[in-house]
């Protein structure tokens, strides 16, 4: 047995007590309050799984100690920045809900470019996860510069979690997911790492240059920057939300999208009965009038 392995069975083998439904409250309210999630009450179980590595890290050794730590006694909330990291859902994919990038080419790009007279885009990932929503946008615009001369584009792309923006950072993945990428794609931007041991592969610098990631919270009533974006995906991160947050996110992100500029959400979010002034263009995706 080598030291990890012994580690690890020590680690499972410490038992912190429960995870009392008193500061199982208080922590989901206070996720609930600053980063618009709702934890239900059926959560608290793989709420508490996922934490365990923290009280460990720290040398806490109850759950109750844990909550009074990140709520009350952390005195420049770092340890609130670790615990969203562990308890955000994370699941993306590259090309998730596939028909929104083929509009986005097929559909959108030329009309847009032709009816609002610039060349240069703006886009912006909102709630990137570990980069493949925003890498597969660099993919799929980086084939029509090569189509439309003068065109460019650039891609910010935000996350509350820093564990995830990291990966997306870093732009290399497992080999298991490279069958989600279209061929076409695979052969101009992927590379393949040379140690065939590792299994993996990195987005190519051309695609990494076009995509900023930034830790931003959709719940900020600020916008992250003065451009107004002329494209925004927000996808499956609206669900996490409550009605009243999901109105108050896109309200905020209406404010930084311009007029004619489209809104991707995901297939499972909608905004029917909010009254904003958009048009509904295609199976979640919105146009501001
Ligand atoms: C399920 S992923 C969606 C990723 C990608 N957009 C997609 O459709 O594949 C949702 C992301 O929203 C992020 N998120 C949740 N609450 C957030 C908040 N208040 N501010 C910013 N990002 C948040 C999570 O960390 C997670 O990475």
Redesign the pocket.
């Known amino acids: 047995m080598n030291l990890k392995d012994s580690r690890s069975i020590m680690v499972s083998s410490i038992s912190y007590g429960e995870l009392e439904d008193k500061d199982f409250k208080e922590l989901s309210d206070f996720i609930y309050d600053n ?3 709702n934890l239900y009450p059926n959560k608290k179980v793989l709420v508490k799984s996922r934490l365990q590595s923290r009280l460990n890290a720290l040398g806490i050794s109850t759950y109750s100690e844990y909550c009074d730590f990140v709520l009350n006694k952390d005195p420049n909330r770092k340890e609130a920045v670790e615990m969203i990291n562990r308890l ?6 590259f090309f ?2 596939d028909d929104h990038f083929h509009l986005l080419s097929h559909n959108f790009l030329k009309s847009y470019i032709t009816s609002a007279n610039k060349n240069q885009l703006l886009i912006w ?5 570990s980069g ?2 925003p890498y597969t946008i660099a993919m799929v615009l980086q084939e029509e510069k090569q189509k439309i001369p003068a065109f460019d584009f650039k891609i910010y792309a ?4 820093t564990s ?1 923006l990291q990966k997306a950072s870093k732009a290399i993945y497992s080999t298991n997911y490279l069958h989600q990428i279209p061929i076409q794609y695979k052969i101009k931007y992927l590379l393949k790492n040379k140690d065939s041991t590792k299994n993996q592969f990195r987005i190519a610098p051309e695609l990494r240059n076009k995509v900023e990631f930034f830790r ?4 900020n009533p600020k916008l992250p920057t003065n451009d107004k974006m002329d494209i925004i ?1 927000c ?3 609206l669900i ?1 939300f409550d009605r009243s947050t999901q109105k108050l996110v896109v309200e905020k992100l209406l404010k930084g999208l311009v007029t004619g500029g489209y809104l991707f959400l ?1 297939h499972s979010e909608s905004l029917i009965n909010m009254n904003f002034n958009l048009a509904h263009v295609a199976a979640s995706v919105y146009k501001k009038l």
């Open positions: 980063y618009g999630i955000s859902t994370n699941k993306t994919d998730r809900e990932s909102a709630g990137c996860s493949e929503e935000s996350d509350i979690s995830v931003y919270n959709l719940l995906f996808r499956n991160t996490y995901g």
